[in-house]
């Protein structure tokens, strides 16, 4: 079945250390997302992709890193600049048209905890 | 700036009573999309219904329909005969300029 998968689904990081949560999709879609959801809040853009080897910030990209070295795969490190990352990232990836995007199709989501 | 409002944080709702969530906008884009996502406490995303700008009727998806004003700016989504089942978080997301575009997002609480 086409989707998009994120792993792991809980990750435990200790401070000072980086971390990398895939996202994979077989949607052939064009566009993919991170973003991050702290509790009770709405999603924060982190970084986003329209073609491969091109990326572009979001709104919180500061301690956090992307590739995109291939269509399918979106994969993002948290590194330890990023004070707080204790957060659930939600990878999701849409269509471009001549409109503009599709609706965005999301992955399950990683809970990341700082131990 | 653009911009997508959702003013109300949170919403108690009795079981089969139906519900409109307000989501107001504001893009710069002539040619914008409008959608709204559900996410329950499981926290996965799920698309529900989608309005272009030039779409001359409101969209419908079986329970959900969208109350789409565009000279208020407004895409309110309206659930019919609510169940247990529709509470979550609801988030109405503007396309624009190739960009997508969050409201903070509804907690809506179905009442038995």
């Known amino acids: 079945d086409g989707g998009i998968t994120q792993s792991p689904k809980y990750l435990f990081r200790k401070e000072g250390q980086n971390v990398t949560l895939s996202c994979e999709q077989n949607?052939?879609?064009?566009?993919m997302y991170w973003y991050r959801q702290d509790p009770g809040q709405g999603l924060r853009l982190i970084y986003y992709?329209?073609?491969?080897?091109?990326?572009q910030k979001g709104d919180i990209a500061e301690g956090y890193s992307v590739s995109r070295e291939k269509k399918e795969s979106f994969p993002l490190t948290v590194t330890s600049a990023q004070k707080n990352p204790t957060a659930f990232y939600l990878c999701a990836s849409s269509a471009l048209t001549g409109q503009g995007t599709t609706e965005a199709f999301f992955g399950q989501g990683t809970r990341l905890t700082v131990v | 700036a653009q911009k997508i409002t959702q003013t109300q944080p949170g919403m108690f709702v009795q079981e089969k009573e139906a519900v409109t969530l307000d989501c107001t906008y504001d893009?710069?884009?002539?040619?914008?999309?409008l959608f709204w996502y559900k996410q329950p406490s499981s926290g996965e995303m799920i698309f529900l219904i989608y309005?272009?700008?030039?779409d001359q009727q409101n969209a419908t998806e079986g329970r959900y329909s969208l109350n789409f004003q565009k000279a208020r700016k407004s895409a309110n989504l309206v659930i019919s005969a609510s169940q247990l089942g529709d509470s979550a978080m609801y988030f109405c997301?503007?396309?624009?300029?190739?960009?997508?575009?969050w409201g903070a997002g509804t907690k809506l609480i179905i009442k038995p």
């Open positions: 997301v503007a396309r624009s300029h190739y960009q997508l575009i």
């Open positions: 893009t710069s884009d002539p040619s914008y999309g």
């Open positions: 992709s329209q073609i491969v080897n091109d990326f």
């Open positions: 949607l052939n879609h064009d566009a």
């Open positions: 309005q272009g700008s030039y």
